[in-house]
């Protein structure tokens, strides 16, 4: 069983959870994602990525934003309680190499596998523009997470409350 280190509402419907997974989190590498089950019995599986890993902890981080069952099941999941069933790390790593300069762009829940992407760009050397945004400023993630890593950062809102329009 898998318990659950850490839980964050990011947003209304986003929330970031630190899963006890510590051969995942020695094993993934950027681009990578997880598939776990919430009710061992009847749920289905979802695949989530990798958001970010900690050896020292043996952690991974998730994120995911509230869109049907299961995701809503996890999401009423407290510190404390256990993942039944989670399998990872799969799927094929985003190729990483020193570029020179990478423009990393996400916008909503999608910069949460940015995330481990732009990080890895970075620790390869190169210089990291990073372009994130949302429809409004509440729906910004990760911030100061894609801001550490940047070189060069930029921020937009579809409605113009924060950041760039």
């Known amino acids: 069983m898998n318990k659950i280190l850490f839980k964050k509402?990011?947003?209304?419907?986003?929330?970031?959870?630190?899963?006890?997974?510590?051969l995942i989190a020695e094993?993934?590498?950027?681009?990578?994602?997880?598939?776990l089950?919430?009710?061992?019995?009847?749920?289905?599986?979802?695949?989530?990525?990798?958001?970010?890993?900690?050896?020292e902890e043996g952690s991974i981080t998730i994120i995911f934003q509230v869109v049907g069952k299961t995701t809503k099941q996890l999401s009423l999941l407290n510190v404390g309680d256990?993942?039944?069933a989670l399998v990872g790390p799969l799927g094929k790593p985003t190729h990483i190499e020193n570029f020179g300069t990478v423009v990393c762009v996400?916008?909503?829940?999608?910069?949460?596998?940015?995330?481990?992407?732009a990080q890895s760009l970075k620790k390869a050397g190169n210089h990291v523009i990073t372009i994130i945004?949302?429809?409004?400023?509440?729906?910004?993630?990760?911030?100061?997470e894609m801001k550490?890593?940047?070189?060069?950062f930029i921020v937009c809102?579809?409605?113009?409350?924060?950041?760039?329009?």
């Open 9 to 22: 509402q990011l947003s209304n419907d986003v929330f970031q959870m630190r899963l006890h997974a510590p």
């Open 106 to 117: 996400g916008g909503g829940i999608g910069v949460a596998p940015l995330h481990p992407i």
């Open 37 to 55: 089950q919430v009710d061992e019995d009847y749920g289905e599986r979802i695949p989530l990525t990798i958001a970010d890993a900690s050896l």
């Open 82 to 84: 256990e993942i039944p």
């Open 157 to 165: 809102t579809d409605n113009g409350s924060y950041g760039r329009k």
């Open 27 to 35: 094993e993934r590498q950027a681009g990578q994602f997880i598939i």
């Open 148 to 152: 550490n890593i940047a070189d060069e």
């Open 133 to 144: 945004g949302a429809r409004n400023k509440d729906l910004i993630i990760l911030e100061d």
